[in-house]
């Protein structure tokens, strides 16, 4: 291919707790994981992106890092990393690692030493304040998961500020000793032959030094506080320096290794910013814009894809609906009746634009958001502190259901970390495998047109009928093959017929042949001037 990888692969997300289970302690590990890689392979993808591995305490599964450089015993050791790693590779797939630069675990080597004393070397490596004038916190800002973003150290008499939980101090990047520190963490795992990293909340590297008040907002949030504007405590200049550094660190190895960036953007002119001027920092900003939609608007879908199509720095786009943070889109795009459409389209939606495409474990199964009913059985600390208005991300963390055994196949422990919800008896991973006409199979499909249709590739993308408001529908264009392919995806509970004229894209035939529809088409050609589509229906045509 004359372009990386990353531009037209395929990206699975596994959150490894729930995976597989191969040593029979109810959580999920390298083991599994290396069990189950046939059927990722199966499903056409091209690489793996692993949710955090490293030891940790599990204040918040992971994300609370103690050693950046090792793997967590209950997820295995790092010569089972390696094999694992080579594993992949030998399937043709890559290995992406989430890497989560801008805080530590409180039980990191670094912050012990850091908060031993205010003379300690490493005392700057983390963020530190005297009290306000009355004794408490320097300043009013907030922490992501609710209360102060500080955390009073009484061995030392200062605050220290962590954006997420108390268990997990922010770094200092503007301490170059830290700078040099983390990327070296990125250089200890592309030494190891990782394909990149997914950079979690890299937005919140840099807090104002001035210590300036955030702007309060109307309203509170789940945890009771009175909203606010993070104005000084996300998305500052500095982030872009910070991330022209990484984009040079994985530009020192082959293979084009990719940056992905966790960075909620308030739209598309500022998702731009991160492939930076001369699209050299991020390759792959996650789109938010896109992926909380989340209602069938296909005039607000359109919107976003061609501004994000028509990106001023030309980067390439990348698309997700689900991960570890979200519900499930089983539920929040879903209506309780045509659920199974509404799952195609969106697969549709996201494997056949020009973004690059991101799944989670257990989509293309239709696996649905299993929230705890009951605070005792919150496991996540975001459920813990919220409850009962954020129940936290418990209910898309479930466990991947393989087969209809005990525990879904995820486990042999008669206690999986989290409940293995009942849908598990008709959505896995085993009947949908003989059944030809499952949701699984049409992902499989979907990803399969993706990798042999060079116009699904790296074709141009140019929207057609801009204004249907009910239709979704564009046109993907290989100039180089003359190959082109038209997507059209109903986003309402009503039949349509679609009339289009495709003369303005150079295309004189009136004829199309279907490759992908849902419902399913027995057609062999169909005209241009008469495309049906049924509620919710989905259809790839090739174009003649």
């Avoid at 692969?9 to 994981?33: E, M, V």
């Avoid at 050791?77 to 801008?102: C, E, H, S, W």
């Avoid at 022209?244 to 308030?266: A, C, F, H, K, Q």
């Avoid at 295309?507 to 027995?522: D, E, F, M, Q, R």
Wanted: charged fraction near 25%; include cysteine.
């Amino acid at each position: 291919m004359a372009h990386p990888w990353w531009q037209s692969g395929s990206i699975y997300q596994i959150y490894p707790r729930s995976f597989r289970d191969a040593d029979g302690d109810g959580i999920g590990d390298l083991r599994g994981i290396a069990e189950r890689l046939d059927y990722c392979a199966s499903l056409g993808v091209d690489a793996l992106w692993l949710s955090p591995i490293y030891p940790s305490p599990m204040a918040d599964f992971g994300y609370d890092i103690s050693d950046f450089t090792d793997i967590d015993p209950q997820f295995g050791t790092l010569a089972q990393f390696d094999r694992l790693l080579a594993d992949i590779k030998r399937r043709g797939m890559k290995l992406i690692l989430d890497y989560v630069p801008n805080r530590t675990s409180d039980q990191h080597p670094w912050f012990k030493e850091s908060r031993s004393g205010r003379g300690s070397l490493k005392r700057d490596w983390y963020l530190w304040c005297d009290p306000a004038a009355d004794g408490g916190p320097p300043n009013n800002w907030l922490s992501n998961f609710g209360g102060t973003a500080w955390q009073w150290d009484e061995h030392t008499g200062q605050y220290y500020y962590h954006a997420f939980l108390k268990e997990q101090p922010d770094l200092n990047w503007r301490n170059p000793e830290v700078r040099k520190a983390m990327y070296n963490v990125m250089r200890f795992w592309l030494d190891r032959g990782v394909a990149g990293f997914r950079l979690d909340a890299v937005s919140r590297l840099f807090e104002d030094p001035n210590l300036h008040d955030d702007p309060l907002l109307p309203g509170g949030n789940a945890y009771g506080d009175q909203n606010i504007e993070h104005k000084y405590t996300d998305n500052l200049a500095e982030v872009h320096e910070v991330l022209r550094g990484m984009r040079r660190v994985v530009d020192e190895y082959p293979g084009n290794p990719v940056l992905i960036s966790e960075t909620d953007e308030p739209n598309i002119a500022e998702l731009t910013k991160l492939y930076g001027s001369k699209l050299d920092e991020i390759q792959l900003p996650m789109d938010f814009q896109v992926a909380d939609v989340n209602q069938l608007s296909a005039a607000r879908f359109r919107e976003l894809i061609d501004q994000v199509e028509n990106n001023s720095a030309g980067g390439q786009p990348y698309f997700f609906f689900n991960n570890h943070d979200q519900e499930r889109t089983w539920d929040r795009y879903g209506d309780g009746v045509h659920n199974e459409a509404i799952a195609r389209l969106l697969a549709t939606l996201l494997l056949t634009t020009r973004a690059t495409p991101q799944l989670y474990y257990g989509e293309e199964i239709g696996m649905a958001t299993t929230p705890p009913d009951r605070k005792e059985d919150v496991r996540d600390p975001i459920g813990k502190l919220g409850w009962p208005k954020e129940k936290g991300r418990d209910g898309e963390r479930t466990p991947m259901q393989w087969d209809t055994s005990s525990n879904a196949g995820f486990t042999t422990s008669p206690s999986p970390w989290l409940p293995i919800p009942p849908s598990c008896k008709q959505r896995n991973v085993a009947v949908e495998e003989k059944d030809p006409d499952s949701l699984l199979n049409f992902y499989k499909q979907l990803i399969r047109l993706r990798r042999t249709h060079p116009a699904l590739r790296d074709g141009a993308q140019i929207t057609a009928n801009c204004h249907d408001p009910d239709v979704l529908s564009y046109l993907r264009k290989n100039p180089t093959t003359g190959e082109s392919l038209l997507v059209l995806l109903n986003m309402s509970n009503k039949s349509k017929t679609v009339v289009f004229n495709l003369k303005p894209q150079g295309i004189t035939g009136n004829s199309v042949k279907p490759l992908l529809a849902y419902p399913k088409t027995t057609a062999a050609d169909v005209l241009l001037d008469a495309i049906s589509l049924s509620p919710f229906g989905t259809s790839v045509v090739s174009v003649k």
